[in-house]
């Protein structure tokens, strides 16, 4: 059963900006650390944002300042805004628990920041 589903990614210029929803399953998304995280093509996927129930943040020093995550624990949704994006932001982005017991990933969603 799909329990993660990333959705938002496109094609944009550099500088441009993308939202990003992750519509998470389960009645107890309330309760745990929430991150989301990407993969570019030959590199490992990587930790981008976090989120933990109360609503602190981290992000990747990559992403500083640019990217900004948010929940809606009523709607078992998070999100990532992203602004001023890089060619190197380019990955397919996934959600998933980071605190916490880890689902199944997700298809994902790809982001592609070209001229």
């Known amino acids: 059963q799909v329990q993660l589903v990333e959705s938002g990614g496109g094609l944009v210029q550099p500088g441009g900006s993308l939202r990003l929803s992750c519509a998470v399953s389960?009645?107890?998304?309330?309760?745990?650390?929430m991150g989301w995280y990407r993969q570019a093509p030959g590199k490992q996927r990587e930790l981008v944002s976090s989120i933990t129930s109360g609503g602190s943040t981290n992000y990747a020093i990559s992403v500083k300042g640019r990217f900004t995550i948010s929940r809606d624990n009523a709607k078992n949704t998070l999100y990532l805004q992203m602004n001023s994006l890089k060619p190197e932001d380019t990955a397919v982005y996934y959600c998933?628990?980071?605190?916490?017991?880890?689902?199944?990933w997700g298809q994902g969603t790809q982001v592609t920041v070209s001229s």
């Open positions: 998933n628990v980071d605190f916490g017991p880890r689902r199944s």
């Open positions: 389960g009645s107890i998304f309330g309760i745990y650390t």
